[in-house]
């Protein structure tokens, strides 16, 4: 009698394979959401921040226009960076689902501190033009710090670089005043995340 395909051992080659291609089905439950959540951020801070420099600057656009626009982007983008972030890892043991609930909320609590700063400085004598340099940089520090921690968790380089990259652009943003700060968090951190995101794109593609 000889023994089936299915019955019979693996051998060494054979289960090497298999271990690598789990783990390839594994990283992707942690890299397939990445490109949602830079996609979405990319959008967001290339539309967002040119409304606002469209509103500075040209009498067709009302500020409050652009103002909303850009807020209703940022909400839309935590919300889903949120969602996007308590998913990641899930299906998977261990302390991955944990990781990825808290990384989630982060995001949310995160931003609702940032804005409840603003506010705060609002009613202790910001100005206007002050605030116009406070929140693009606030918000492009926080996504900054959280990416960083996120390739910190995944060990992910892309996000590391992406967190340095938002980093630097939410320092030196204010030092061009407005409303040109806007433009470049517009170019340099919307570009920035969506060349972040054609890359994990293409890695998933490749991984599959």
Known sequence: MTESDEDRPLDPAEMLALIQKQERAVGLTYVAPVTWLYGIWGIAWLVGFTMLW????FEWMPMAVAGTIFGLLIIASIVTSAIVGTRIGRGVR??????????????????????????????????SELASLYYPSAYALMAGILYILGAALWNTKSQLVLGIVLLVIGAVAPFFGAPTNNLVMAIGGGGAFLVGAAHFLLAVRKAR
């Open 54 to 57: 469209a509103g500075w600057s």
């Open 94 to 127: 261990g302390a991955s689902t944990f990781s990825g609930s808290v990384y989630g909320i982060s995001w949310t609590l995160a931003g609702t501190a940032f804005a409840a700063l603003g506010v705060g400085l609002a009613a202790n004598g910001m100005s």
